[in-house]
C-alpha cells in the first residue's frame, strides 16, 4: 500500500542554545519520509533538489527503502537553504536566510509508477503545489493528509482554504489552528475547520501533546515529557510522516486507528527533537520505537471507577 | 477519614469577556472544600471571614457536610476582597482591588476536633501561615498537600522554601513551576522541586492537562478541550479539592490512586470553569462527575501493539 509523500528536500543551517550546524539535509519530505519508512515499505517522495545536493544523501533515502523516482535533481541548480536560529525557550524562532533557489518554480512530476498510491501526504510547502499533485494523480488516493503552516496562511490563504476542500485530513499546530479559525478555543477552532474540508483534523501542541478531532469525537494524546529539546526542527513534519506511514502500514483509517497512529507519529516527533535535523530519526531501531509507544502508553494510563 | 482544608474564605469580583460579578463567594479554601465535599465526608475548613460574610454562604458549607468549627468570624471587621479582570484569551488576569482586611492578621485556630486529620490541605495562603498550621497539629497527617502561586516566590520565597520541606505533595501550575526551578524543562524542574520537600509534585497546566511526578514515575492526564472557558477563578483550588478530597475518600495515597485522583481533580475543574466563581461545584451531582471522569477516560484511551 504505496504513500506518496510530496515537500521539499533541502539544506538547512541550524543553530539552538546547545550548538549550530552547517549544512545539513532537511525538508519536510525528508523528515516525514525517513520517519514513515520505520513503518511503510513502499514510501516515495516527490521533491526537487539542485545537483549541489549529494548523492550519498540521496543513498540515504535508498537505505530506508523510499523510491526516490519522483525526486528531480535540476543541473545547474541550487537547493533550498534555510537557515534558523531558535531562542532560549526554543519556542520561538528567526528565520536567518531563506534561498528558494529550485523551489522558486518546483513543478511537481508524477512517476507513472506513484499513480496507484493509496496514502497521499502533502507535507508543508506552497499550497498551489500541493494542490498540483492531488489533480496530477489519475485516481484519488484513500486518504489525502495535509500538512501547512502559519506562513501560508500569511501569504497564500485562497490557495490553502481550496486545498483544504481536496484533502480528508489535516495537521498543523494550535496556534495555527486558532489563526485558521479565528477561535481561541481549539475545540470551537477544530469544528470551524472541519468545515473548511478536511472531515479529521490532529492539532499538534508540542510538549502538550496532540489532539485528533473527527466529527464529535475527540483524541487527546500525551506528549512525552523531555529532559531536553536539543533541536524541535522537523518535529512536526516527522509527526505528519509516522502517523501517515503507520496508517499506510496498517491500512486502516478508522478514528480507533488514527488514535494509535497519533502516539505512534508522537513517539517519532519525540526521537526527532534529540538530536540536530535527521540524525536521530536517521538510525532508529523497530524496538526503540515500540519502547517508545509503550512508555507513551505507560504515561497516560489510569483506571477509574464509579465513586 | 478527617480532611483539614485551610485557605480564604473571601469575596470576589471577577469580570470575564463574558460578563461581570457582584461580590460574590471565593477564596481557595471555599473553592477547595466545596469541590473535596464530593468525596469526603468529613472536610472541615481553618479560616477567618469578617461580620460582614453571610450567613446563609455559611450554612452552604454546611450543606455539603462541611464542618466550620475552624472559620473564625471576626466581630466588626471585614472579609478578604480580591477584584480581577480576565484578558480575552482568559490566560491573563489584572488585579484590580486587594483588600487583605481580616487576612492581614490571620492566625490559624485549630479546634481539637480537626487534631486527628488523616489528609491536610494547605490552599494558596501566606506561606506562613500555612506553616503554622503543620505545626499546630499534635500528630502529623498522613498527607499534607500544599498548594501555592507565583505571588509568595516572589514575595515570600523563603518562608515558602521553608514549608516545602514539611509537606509531601505540591501542586502548582507550568509556569510556576518553571519559576520555581529555574527550569524551561518541566521534567527536569519537577526532578529539581522534589528535592525541595515534596515527594509527590502536580504540575496543573491548564487546558493542557496536568502532570503527576513522583521519583522516576510520570503520569500525564488529558484536560477536557472545552467549548468555551466561561471564567478560570479558583479552578486551581478545585483542583487541589477534588484531588485531595478523592485521596482521603479511598484512604489510599499510593501512586496509582493519585492517578485517578487527578482525573478527578481535573473533572472537577473542568466543571468550575463553566460558571462564574463557585456556582458550577455547588451545583453538582455524582452522576454529573462520574459521566466526566469517564468522558476524561475515553479522550485519552487507546491501544498499542507492536509493529
Known amino acids: 500500500m504505496s504513500l506518496v509523500i510530496i515537500g521539499s528536500v533541502a539544506f538547512d543551517s541550524?543553530?539552538?542554545?546547545?550548538?549550530?550546524?552547517?549544512?545539513?539535509?532537511?525538508?519536510?519530505?525528508?523528515?516525514?519520509?525517513?520517519?514513515?519508512?520505520?513503518?511503510?515499505?513502499?514510501?516515495?517522495?516527490?521533491?526537487?533538489?539542485?545537483?549541489?545536493?549529494?548523492?550519498?544523501?540521496?543513498?540515504?533515502?535508498?537505505?530506508?527503502?523510499?523510491?526516490?523516482?519522483?525526486?528531480?535533481?535540476?543541473?545547474?541548480?541550487k537547493s533550498f537553504f534555510w537557515a534558523g536560529k531558535y531562542q532560549q525557550d526554543l519556542n520561538t524562532r528567526d528565520t536567518l536566510v531563506t534561498e528558494l533557489n529550485v523551489l522558486a518554480d518546483f513543478d511537481p512530476v508524477i512517476p507513472e509508477s506513484y499513480q496507484d498510491c493509496r496514502h497521499l501526504l502533502l507535507g508543508n510547502l506552497t499550497p498551489s503545489v500541493q494542490r498540483t499533485v492531488i489533480k496530477?494523480?489519475?485516481?484519488?488516493?484513500?486518504?489525502?493528509?495535509?500538512?501547512?503552516?502559519?506562513?501560508?496562511?500569511?501569504?497564500?490563504?485562497?490557495?490553502?482554504?481550496?486545498?483544504l476542500k481536496m484533502v480528508d485530513l489535516l495537521t498543523i499546530n494550535d496556534e495555527e489552528a486558532r489563526q485558521l479559525a479565528g477561535e481561541y478555543s481549539l475545540l470551537k477552532a477544530a469544528r470551524k475547520i472541519?468545515?473548511?474540508?478536511?472531515?479529521?483534523?490532529v492539532i499538534k501542541k508540542g510538549e502538550h501533546g496532540a489532539l485528533l478531532f473527527q466529527e464529535n469525537k475527540v483524541f487527546s494524546a500525551p506528549a512525552l515529557p523531555l529532559e531536553e529539546v536539543?533541536?524541535?526542527?522537523?518535529?512536526?513534519?516527522?509527526?505528519?510522516?509516522?502517523?501517515?506511514?503507520?496508517?499506510?502500514?496498517?491500512?486502516?483509517?478508522?478514528?480507533?486507528?488514527?488514535?494509535?497512529?497519533?502516539?505512534?507519529?508522537?513517539?517519532?516527533?519525540?526521537?526527532?527533537?534529540?538530536?540536530?535535523?535527521?540524525?536521530?530519526?536517521?538510525?532508529?531501531?523497530?524496538?526503540?520505537?515500540?519502547?517508545?509507544?509503550?512508555?507513551?502508553?505507560?504515561?497516560?494510563?489510569?483506571?477509574?471507577?464509579?465513586?
Chains 1, 2 share one sequence.
Open 14 to 77: 541550524i543553530e539552538t542554545p546547545f550548538g549550530k550546524t552547517g549544512k545539513i539535509v532537511g525538508g519536510a519530505a525528508a523528515y516525514a519520509s525517513l520517519a514513515a519508512s520505520y513503518f511503510s515499505k513502499e514510501v516515495k517522495i516527490v521533491a526537487v533538489v539542485g545537483d549541489d545536493f549529494p548523492r550519498e544523501d540521496i543513498e540515504d533515502f535508498h537505505r530506508h527503502g523510499i523510491t526516490t523516482e519522483g525526486l528531480q535533481v535540476k543541473e545547474g541548480e
Open 136 to 163: 496530477r494523480l489519475r485516481k484519488r488516493p484513500e486518504l489525502i493528509v495535509l500538512d501547512t503552516m502559519n506562513f501560508w496562511m500569511d501569504t497564500a490563504l485562497d490557495d490553502l482554504l481550496d486545498v
Open 194 to 201: 472541519m468545515k473548511m474540508g478536511p472531515r479529521t483534523l
Open 230 to 307: 536539543f533541536d524541535p526542527t522537523g518535529a512536526g513534519d516527522v509527526f505528519a510522516g509516522g502517523f501517515t506511514g503507520y496508517l499506510a502500514k496498517t491500512g486502516d483509517i478508522s478514528f480507533e486507528n488514527m488514535k494509535t497512529a497519533v502516539i505512534y507519529g508522537s513517539a517519532m516527533a519525540s526521537f526527532c527533537v534529540e538530536k540536530f535535523g535527521t540524525e536521530r530519526i536517521k538510525n532508529l531501531s523497530p524496538g526503540e520505537i515500540n519502547a517508545r509507544v509503550n512508555q507513551l502508553a505507560e504515561l497516560s494510563s489510569f483506571s477509574v471507577s464509579s465513586f
